[in-house]
């Protein structure tokens, strides 16, 4: 999974989860709410996971970059 893909599902997981925790609470569903803790945090993960992916990327093209340089 790219970079990109990561961050979508890292940011509608989130969402997600804060809604739950949110209706949770509205309804004293403490059930409910611990999910949305846990998938708030699932979406953090991978937000966290799409930015090493590009971080990575990046320093591989400048590190390509400049030994081409070199050359």
Do not use: C, F, H, Y
Request: hydrophobic content about 35%; glycine content about 16%.
């Amino acid at each position: 999974m790219g970079a990109t893909a990561d961050k979508i599902k890292g940011t509608t997981n989130e969402a997600i989860g804060k809604a739950k925790q949110g209706i949770g609470e509205a309804t004293g569903s403490d059930r409910l709410q611990g999910e949305g803790v846990i998938q708030e945090l699932k979406g953090k993960g991978q937000k966290a996971v799409g930015d090493a992916k590009d971080a990575t990327k990046d320093a591989v093209n400048k590190a390509a970059a400049a030994a081409n340089k070199n050359l």
